[in-house]
């Protein structure tokens, strides 16, 4: 359990070094200052993502998989701002439309985080789906973000495929000296749960404000949890194509 709680914290590294960022930012960083609090968490960010990488806590494959899912990120963060999904109420230089650029290094601490706890825990899986499947169902997830603001919402179905595909599915992970089974669809909604919580962390700090939050802050729609399960899908793909010619059960991979 310990080990396991360690290889998880070193896995969110760069989400951790974000947040931690946002919050401090937050209390300590100076309104009057020449920088803007946005501008200087997009240098921070660009930093930490260096860093990773001259120190080879990321190799270049998992950064360019990031990388994808980072633009992914931005390009639904300029839709979703001009419907008004949300804001970003502070000033910066360093943005596109509304957009501040450090929003889709939000989207890359996801993507960093699969890609690393990948590897620490040596995934291995039974009964995988196949990658046009998951591919289809990772489009689906993605148009519909940007689609049901005019046409029908399909994310009931889409959780239902998402249960159907990857329902029967164990995922293999090693903490320790063995790897021991969970099934996917818990993963990932486990790890869902705690985006969701930093995500209350970060409208607090007024990274960024949901409609309804300017007077006072509150706790993010419970319903958001869901919507970060079906982009925690997105991520996951990306990652399993990088990995995909690794993709085998604990008693094939010797």
């Known amino acids: 359990f310990v080990t396991f709680g360690v290889k998880q914290a070193w896995a969110c590294l760069f ?70 999904s949300w804001v970003y109420p502070g000033e910066c230089i360093l943005r596109i439309a509304d957009v501040p650029l ?19 825990f040596e995934f291995r899986f039974d009964r995988f789906p196949s990658f046009w499947a998951q591919a289809v169902l990772a489009v689906l997830i993605y148009v519909n973000f940007f689609t049901h603001h005019f046409g029908p919402d399909i994310r009931a179905g889409l959780f239902v495929g998402a249960a159907l595909l990857y329902g029967s599915c164990v995922v293999w992970f090693k903490p320790d000296e063995e790897h021991r089974p969970m099934p996917l669809l818990l993963g990932l909604f486990l790890v869902a749960t705690f985006i969701w919580f930093a995500e209350n962390i970060g409208t607090f700090a007024k990274a960024w404000t949901y409609p309804g939050q300017e007077a006072g802050w509150h706790m993010v729609s419970i319903a958001k949890l869901g919507s970060w399960f079906l982009l925690m899908i997105i991520s996951f793909v990306l990652v399993a194509f990088m990995h995909r010619s690794e993709v085998k059960a604990p008693r094939e991979s010797h």
Do not use: N
Request: charged share 10%; with cysteine.
């Open 102 to 120: 450090f929003s889709g290094f939000m989207y890359a601490c996801v993507g960093s985080y699969i890609a690393r706890v990948w590897r620490l």
């Open 15 to 84: 989400g951790g070094l974000m947040l931690a960022l946002i919050l401090l930012t937050y209390v300590f960083y100076p309104p009057d200052a020449a920088l803007t609090r946005y501008d200087f968490l997009t240098i921070g960010a660009i930093l930490i993502q260096a860093s990773m990488l001259l120190f080879r806590l990321e190799t270049w494959e998992e950064a360019q998989v990031i990388l994808v899912f980072h633009v992914v990120g931005t390009v639904m963060e300029i839709f979703k701002t001009h419907v008004g």
